[in-house]
């Protein structure tokens, strides 16, 4: 599985490289007050794409860390339970079981 995701980030990083490369002209922007920038296409494309997958990507990785820190917590309070053998029983003899408590309020009511 980690193959497969470091393949796939190298295959978009090549992608990125290949527009890059391929979009290298200059573009003019207007911005506010007659005031012009020239940047590059690439930067201007891809530079929006990587500040908007940033907070998803952040989002991603804190909800991984505590559904991680999560389980780890549920783990150690199993882990503290006390533990109960089960009475062996003879194959011969009948076995009962007593209702849980619950059923026979229940039937009371």
Do not use: H
């Amino acid at each position: 599985m980690q193959f497969l995701r470091s393949l796939f980030w190298v295959i978009v990083a090549v992608a990125m490289l290949i527009f890059a490369v391929q979009n290298n002209g200059l573009v003019t922007v207007n911005l506010w007050g007659g005031l012009q920038a020239d940047v590059k296409l690439w930067l201007l494309v891809l530079g929006p794409l990587l500040i908007g997958f940033l907070p998803t990507w952040t989002f991603g990785r804190v909800s991984l860390w505590q559904q991680k820190r999560q389980a780890k917590v549920a783990a150690e309070r199993a882990q503290a339970l006390p533990t109960y053998e089960m009475p062996s029983y003879d194959a011969g003899q009948p076995t009962t079981v007593a209702p849980p408590p619950s059923a026979s309020r229940a039937s009371a009511a």
